[in-house]
């Protein structure tokens, strides 16, 4: 059921989604499995939000890859004295500062 529910990604349009999710959500009532009926509960109320997903295409991969790399640049250094060395530390690694200018 959890897989069959991953094809609400594949659709094209916010009607088939909402289609294909009513129907998903009353096999997994109708079915005897309490933690996929709990499950489908929780996702009945983010409905909406999972919808929303289809028609606007967002996702929040940027934020979570810069937010990697700045866990990342904290592990390497060992911790920074002050919040403007790892400012500055953020901003040359991952804005792709060349160290030497070419003026």
Not at 50 to 62: E, F, T
Not at 79 to 102: C, Q
């Amino acid at each position: 059921m959890r897989e069959n529910f991953m094809e609400i990604f594949e659709k094209q349009t916010t009607e088939e989604a909402s289609l294909f999710f009513d129907s998903w959500y009353e096999n997994v009532v109708k079915s005897n499995i309490a933690p996929m009926k709990k499950a489908a509960k929780t996702l009945k109320h983010y409905k909406q939000g999972i919808i929303n997903i289809i028609k606007y295409d967002l996702n929040n991969a940027r934020a979570e890859r810069f937010n990697g790399a700045i866990q990342k640049l904290n592990r390497v250094a060992q911790g920074y004295r002050n919040f403007d060395n790892l400012r500055i530390a953020i901003l040359f690694f991952n804005g792709k500062l060349n160290l030497f200018s070419h003026y």
